[in-house]
């Protein structure tokens, strides 16, 4: 599969130029992978040890698009141990957007279903108002 060749491309030792754009596309491609073998973000979150900083930065950018907020932990552990101000700050940003987006699309399917609940109240308040007033 695709996403296990990326993978293979972006292990330390394959070539450097490579390696962070690779982790970036498992970001983007594990979007819309689902493997019951392997976890896309699992896979990402090993790179936020990686020995080149701009891999680094590249997995916590990928691990905010996949928007699995389990590794905000992780994505914390690496802004305190990093040494260059750009991998924490990317590392803070990822994070924080990962704990604001976290089950967002559960809050909005409840508050769509709370919408339409209210409105149908409305509706049969409004009928009964209106027969109300014919009387």
Known sequence: ???????AAARY???QAARRWAVAALGK??????SPKTDPAEVVAEFLHDPDFRVRVAAANALKALKDDSYVGKLDEMARRELDGRAIRVAREASAALRKGANTTEEVKSLREDFEKLRDENKALKDRLQRLEVR
């Open 1 to 7: 599969m695709g996403f296990d060749v990326i993978a």
């Open 13 to 15: 030792g394959e070539p």
């Open 29 to 34: 491609l594990g979007e819309y992978v689902e």
